[in-house]
């Protein structure tokens, strides 16, 4: 079945570095959804992509979706201590109904 | 703004009890799910709902059931807990939109997790 594997499982910054996540797809995807999860959070959607090499924007945070549907990332412009959190992309096959979750990728920002 | 509320944010159970974990949304959506998620795994798909009365197996749905009696409501059911059903469990809901492929695509709302300590 359909895989989603996330990279890395850790990162830790110092507030103001950047910062990226990598998300890939044992097979081709239709869209892919990205979530953010607080410490003792719920996950809460971010964006979704749905175009061969869509980028997207919110403020400092850049998705972006591969060319070939397969991958995609989330890169993080001069972190700031509210970006800790866990983020999980989740991706859906072209002839799935149901969003498949990576790991999450946890990030640790120190002031 | 969507509220998803489930039952309990804690349980403790002993090893073969019957467990039932609620969830209920406001939002009048269609489809309703439930995770659960453990360390290093992401959020596994264990039953999901695209109406009332209506229930579909997700990845791992083995020692669970489900009950949609009202479309509000999605209970999940540990007929006999184990303790590798320990874990924190996750309910979800989103809007059944549009036709054919695009009508998945509505976000996730999440509830605040129930985390199930099965001893």
């Known amino acids: 079945g359909q895989q989603v594997m996330q990279i890395p499982q850790y990162q830790h910054v110092q507030e103001g570095e950047d910062f990226t996540t990598y998300c890939n797809s044992s097979?081709?995807?239709?869209?892919i959804q990205w979530y953010k999860q607080r410490p003792g959070g719920h996950p809460v959607f971010l964006i979704q992509?749905?175009?061969?090499?869509e980028v997207k924007k919110q403020k400092r945070l850049t998705f972006q979706f591969g060319e070939a549907k397969k991958n995609s990332s989330l890169h993080i412009t001069a972190t700031q201590t509210t970006d800790v959190g866990t983020y999980f992309c989740?991706?859906?096959?072209?002839?799935?109904?149901?969003?498949?979750f990576g790991p999450g990728t946890r990030l640790s920002v120190l002031p | 703004d969507v509220k998803v509320t489930q039952s309990s944010r804690y349980l403790v159970k002993r090893t073969g009890e019957k467990v039932f974990l609620e969830c209920v949304q406001d939002?009048?959506?269609?489809?309703m799910f439930w995770y659960r998620q453990d360390p290093g795994l992401g959020l596994r798909l264990i039953y999901f709902?695209?109406?009332?009365?209506?229930?579909e197996k997700g990845d791992i749905p083995e020692g669970y059931s489900v009950s949609r009696e009202k479309k509000e409501r999605f209970s999940l059911i540990l007929e006999s807990a184990s303790t590798n059903q320990t874990s924190m469990y996750l309910c979800?809901?989103?809007?059944?939109?549009?036709?054919?492929?695009?009508?998945?695509?509505?976000?996730?709302?999440f509830g605040n997790g129930t985390r199930l300590t099965v001893t």
């Open positions: 979800a809901s989103s809007l059944f939109s549009g036709t054919g492929a695009s009508s998945y695509n509505s976000p996730l709302h």
């Open positions: 097979t081709t995807l239709s869209n």
């Open positions: 992509l749905v175009k061969s090499g």
């Open positions: 989740a991706g859906r096959g072209n002839y799935g109904q149901n969003f498949v």
């Open positions: 939002m009048d959506h269609e489809n």
């Open positions: 709902s695209y109406d009332v009365k209506m229930k």
